[in-house]
């Protein structure tokens, strides 16, 4: 025992002693700071992440109402709910199909809606004594006789909470008035006025025959490793149509927005990141090149290369374990920041969060150092015993490990952000920019070289030409080192400003915040007139034709045709077709042209025509109510399914469905001053639907504001990154300029002279790494609005001016330090100690 402690304390102490040396020189602390903001960063936003994960699945179950859900378009074998309870699963199920109710003489279409007790398994009814009175949380289905009913079956029936209700065979009471039911979801398109009723009262109601049209759902909730292992044992038992329902397959808008917050979220780690690993590597080499004479003097002693390589991983691991556990403890505190930001995204408080991400963060300090520091601190074990007999040796070669700081990059911003496209667009616009900078500097070097010799009153700046052309490859890399620092910042900057405003921009403040349905032809002009009336603005109302595609090019559509689930379902379900002669608003046309109104055309949504395989050119056939009508795709569109209008997959021209039997729908914003618009229409016009979705409109808002204080807190990361670099850049050839600017002292020049010409080269520098780094900010945040975002992003002056005042202010603040230091000693101390 005794000689293995022997054993690794003589393995440990020498790089212990370096490290405790060298952070009291103050020769680590640089490096230090990076590893800690880049942890800090990247763990902030994986907790963050991790606990929004626990919460989107936690809420998901109550978004269907369990936390799998089985849908069926026939009767689910018994098996199927045999084998949940056997795993210890509960189950509960429900029947939804459309059927006529009545009270009185009156009568009116319903989407009536079955369920067993115990439903829902996850989340609760919403239930209101009256219209539009406060609602209360119910964990279980009506009371036996009763049903509840949407506040749109009592306008149109002219009913009250009590009467008496006819469903089929049964005369049920009114109990209540359904606010909100955990699995409803955004399918209102396709649904009449929800009627609720118990299960074991179906049959006598007598409803469901032959050919009824019929969903049936089997709902199962439990321990997440019984779910998995159902879920395991169902998929290869499914039949034709039938499918899992999950929180995307449900309706809700809300995955999506989730999904973009954490990108922008993500966006910022790898962008801090990367800044970091600038620094990282040019504290490292500053390290390397102060220490050759020291490893040459510990050579000429009879320190082996191996030795030295132990004492430096020695020194370096511990530095990046102990930088690692700081990063991860503030960013920790950091993200308890952010959850008081985003706590209002979700109405219980968040899960607790796994160990992942502090290990992420820690792989991230250790490999940071691992990709930037070790290649030049492994130049150190190469330092020949006689450099220590001659000054001016080789210094550390700038380029060194560039292979493995690129591999450490891509590495990185591919696991801290978890999606390629915004890995590979970062990480390809960083290098880009950084190469296009090596390669400007260069052009720009041998350009002036030329302009280097003369005298009189141009001699500083001659003198500046002279220096920057005599370091060349110390300035290349200072270039690349302050463009780098510089973009990181502007794509922040364009990012708080630009980028987040174009992700606002998709859900407008003026968005539709109420959809009105089932309004029927005859209606048409007076809803028009009466939504104008009430202030709102060029009230659109569109025609909904229900048709089932049956043919593609002549070939029957067959579902079992499709591999993918998406389209198989799409093939066994009736589209919404609409109609018209103008593009709708939010669309782009992305292939062919719009439609000829005097021809049988139709125009389809991109995403559906990758699932089904359609181009322009193919010719599609559709079941509308008996009527075959055929059809020739004229052209593709992207559609804007965020901007809350109402948007269609399939829009044909008015000579192909004119004539056919038509509902309408139209999307508007309540008006202020008519808050009871939706109800006064209801009662005037009882068959009409109304859904209101600005609950969901003013949840997505929320999540879009508070993301952005997200983004805006975790810029501060950035930002201290980014400076960090800056001032490592500038460090970087401190002493090659203190001992220039002495020995120019020594030859007679004035603290005028070295001023302008320090500031001239300064000068040069700045707008050099200005301009390319705006131009790779602005390259990477148009790349990634369109390819990882999904919206247009507008070009900007701004980050240009900003590149090169920021970039020469910067260099001109460096310059002084610089100055300042040389000015106030000695040219011959200067000279004796550089």
């Avoid at 979801?185 to 009449?192: K, Y």
């Avoid at 449900?250 to 600038?278: E, K, N």
């Amino acid at each position: 025992m005794n000689s293995t402690a022997s054993h690794l304390a003589r393995f440990l102490l020498p790089g212990l002693r370096a490290l405790r040396r060298d952070w009291r020189s103050g020769e680590l602390r640089l490096l230090a700071l990076a590893v800690v903001l880049a942890v800090a960063c990247v763990a902030s936003v994986g907790f963050l992440a991790d606990r929004l994960g626990g919460a989107l699945e936690r809420d998901s179950a109550q978004l269907v109402g369990g936390d799998l859900v089985l849908r069926s378009g026939a009767t689910i074998p018994k098996a199927m709910a045999s084998q949940a309870l056997e795993r210890g699963l509960s189950v509960a199920r429900t029947v939804e199909f459309p059927s006529m109710v009545g009270h009185g003489q009156a009568m009116q279409l319903a989407a009536l809606k079955a369920v067993t007790p115990d439903y829902p398994l996850r989340g609760s009814v919403l239930v209101a004594s009256e219209p539009g009175g406060p609602a209360r949380s119910l964990a279980d289905g009506p009371p036996t006789g009763a049903v509840w009913v949407d506040e749109q079956v009592l306008a149109m029936l002219g009913a009250r909470v009590g009467d008496a209700l006819s469903v089929g065979n049964l005369s049920l009471r009114i109990a209540g008035v359904l606010a909100y039911e955990p699995d409803r979801g955004m399918r209102f398109i396709n649904m009449a006025p929800r009627v609720m009723m118990r299960m074991d009262e179906l049959a006598d109601a007598g409803l469901l025959g032959s050919g009824s049209r019929v969903t049936h759902y089997l709902l199962a909730a439990g321990e997440p490793k019984a779910i998995q292992a159902y879920r395991t044992w169902l998929v290869p038992r499914l039949e034709p149509g039938q499918r899992i329902v999950d929180m995307e397959s449900s309706g809700s808008g809300m995955r999506r927005t989730f999904d973009r917050a954490r990108q922008f979220l993500s966006l910022v780690a790898v962008l801090t990141v990367m800044i970091a690993g600038v620094a990282v590597a040019l504290a490292a080499r500053r390290y390397a090149v102060r220490h050759q004479d020291g490893v040459a003097v510990m050579r000429c002693m009879g320190a082996s290369g191996p030795w030295l390589s132990r004492m430096l991983c020695v020194a370096f691991a511990v530095l990046g374990l102990l930088a690692s556990l700081a990063g991860v403890a503030l960013g920790y505190l950091a993200h308890q920041g952010l959850v008081l930001i985003v706590a209002g995204w979700f109405d219980a408080p968040l899960p607790p969060p796994s160990p992942r991400p502090a290990l992420l963060g820690m792989a991230t300090g250790l490999l940071l150092l691992l990709g930037f520091a070790l290649p030049p601190l492994a130049a150190l074990r190469r330092i020949a015993p006689g450099r220590i007999l001659r000054s001016g040796g080789r210094d550390v070669a700038p380029g060194r490990g560039v292979l493995a700081g690129t591999a450490v990059l891509i590495l990185l911003a591919f696991v801290v952000s978890g999606r390629p496209a915004l890995a590979v667009i970062v990480t390809g616009g960083f290098l880009a920019a950084l190469g296009v900078s090596a390669f400007a500097a260069w052009l720009l070097l041998a350009a002036v070289s030329s302009m280097r010799h003369g005298e009189g009153r141009l001699a500083p700046f001659r003198l500046a030409l002279a220096g920057l052309a005599r370091r060349r490859a110390l300035t290349i890399v200072q270039v690349c080192a302050l463009s780098a620092g510089l973009m990181i910042i502007l794509l922040l900057a364009i990012m708080r400003t630009d980028l987040l405003q174009g992700w606002q921009e998709t859900v407008p403040e003026q968005a539709p915040d109420t959809f009105l349905i089932n309004i029927q032809p005859d209606q048409v002009r007076q809803v028009s007139d009466s939504l104008a009336r009430a202030g709102v603005p060029d009230p659109r109302l569109w025609p909904m034709v229900r048709g089932r595609l049956v043919a593609i090019n002549g070939r029957p559509a067959r579902a079992g045709d499709y591999q993918d689930a998406r389209a198989r379902r799409m093939i066994q379900r009736d589209f919404n077709l609409s109609y018209s002669n103008t593009l709708p608003e939010g669309n782009v046309m992305t292939a062919g042209r719009w439609l000829d109104p005097d021809a049988a055309e139709v125009s389809i949504e991109n995403g559906l025509a990758e699932t089904l395989q359609l181009k322009v050119g193919d010719s599609l056939r559709f079941d509308v109510a008996g009527d075959l009508i055929d059809v020739r795709i004229s052209g593709l569109r992207e559609v804007d399914w965020d901007s809350f209008q109402a948007n269609f997959f399939a829009v044909a021209s008015p000579a192909a469905l004119r004539d056919t039997p038509a509902s309408y729908i139209t999307a508007f914003r309540l008006p202020p001053a008519s808050p009871g618009l939706a109800r006064m229409l209801v009662q005037q016009y009882p068959n009409l639907t109304v859904f209101d979705v600005g609950a969901i409109l003013n949840q997505v808002r929320r999540v879009l504001d508070q993301s952005i204080q997200a983004v805006q807190l975790l810029f501060l990361f950035t930002l201290a990154a980014g400076l960090l670099v800056l001032g490592a850049a500038l460090l970087a050839t401190r002493d090659e300029r203190m001992h220039e600017a002495a020995l120019l002292r020594a030859l007679g020049a004035s603290r005028r002279q070295l001023s302008i010409m320090l500031r001239v080269e300064l000068a040069l520098l700045g707008t050099m790494a200005g301009l390319m780094a705006a131009a790779g900010a602005v390259a990477t945040a148009l790349l990634l609005a369109s390819e990882v975002f999904d919206f247009s992003l507008a070009l900007s002056w701004w980050p240009w001016a900003a590149g090169v005042a920021a970039g020469v202010l910067i260099a001109w603040m460096g310059g002084a330090v610089a100055l300042a230091g040389v000015l106030r000693t000695p040219p011959l101390v200067s000279l004796r100690e550089s």
